[in-house]
């Protein structure tokens, strides 16, 4: 909610607000799907000990190998609820495409750093969106479904996980 400080207290009543409006919405089919953006687990709680009678159905969220929340994950699973990626290439910020992990693991699978951290979005069950304004992106982007990475891959690359962010922090919010 756009105007209000980030420690405000108003922050929760403003949120369930908010999402009563979307419910509503759903309700009415005007629209086919209602979520959030940048929810963290005390969030998305706060709005079912507020009352909610739809579940999000996603939360865009910023998710990559330095930065992700295990206990989303689970909480969504829980829920219903996926997780749409955004950021999965580092938002412009070279340090993950670059990351000797994510180098070595795309050596081992024939592919470009990219794919891997999309592929390991995927096999976390996530939705991912990446944005390309070149075509050779776009069609190199297709072809993250043509591999998969291996359970010790995965680990490596859920190893790196430090809380390092490329966008902002949903933690600040109240």
Known sequence: VRGHK???????????ECWQALEQLYKEK????????????????DLLED???????????EFQ??????????????????IQAYASLGSGDPRLLRNPTVLAIAVECGVTPALVLLRWA????????????????????SHVFDFCLNDEQMTL??????????????????
């Open 6 to 16: 980030s420690s405000s207290r108003e922050n929760r009543r403003l949120r369930h």
């Open 30 to 45: 005007k629209v086919r799907a209602i979520g959030v953006s940048n929810f963290l687990v005390r969030h998305l709680e």
């Open 51 to 61: 009352g909610v009678e739809v579940v999000p159905m996603v939360n865009q969220i």
């Open 65 to 82: 190998p330095l930065c992700f929340d295990r206990d989303l994950l689970k909480w969504g699973e829980k829920h219903g609820m996926r």
């Open 122 to 141: 995927l096999q976390h069950g996530c939705h991912v969106i990446p944005c390309s304004r070149r075509e050779t992106h776009l069609i190199e982007d």
């Open 157 to 174: 690359l859920d190893r790196l996980c430090d809380n390092t962010h490329f966008c902002w922090d949903p933690n600040i919010i109240a």
